[in-house]
């Protein structure tokens, strides 16, 4: 459950330093990594969970009507496609989300 977590330990992406919270604990940063990068609480895009098919349709999942005659009789079942089926990819969020990690507690409720 809940695997979208991020998966380096010993340091908080949002966070000024390594682990610690500041020198009275009060101040959260949300300053920057040591180093040239900038981090961000925002997440912009995201791995899509559609897939292309040979037509070129887009789908969650795909299916596949099949006669089958069984004592005489004529069934018709639903076969599920898995095979030569393309991951959509990287998709733009339409709003910017905040991070799963984000260390804030935004709202009290």
């Known amino acids: 459950m809940g695997g979208s977590g991020s998966k380096v330990k010993g340091s908080w992406p ?4 390594g682990g610690d919270s500041g020198a009275d604990g009060s ?9 040239s990068r ?14 292309f098919d040979e037509d070129g349709d887009l789908a969650h999942e795909f299916y596949e009507e099949t006669v089958v005659t ?3 009789r004529r069934r018709s079942k639903l076969k ?16 910017p989300c905040i991070h799963v990690d ?3 507690v935004l709202c009290e409720g």
């Open 38 to 51: 900038n981090a961000t609480p925002f997440v912009f895009t995201r791995r899509s969970s559609l897939y």
């Open 14 to 17: 949002f966070t000024g330093s």
């Open 70 to 72: 069984k004592n005489g």
């Open 102 to 104: 984000f260390p804030i």
């Open 80 to 95: 599920r496609i898995q095979k030569n089926l393309i991951p959509q990819g990287i998709v733009k969020l339409d709003h």
């Open 27 to 35: 101040e959260q940063s949300l300053a920057r990594l040591k180093g």
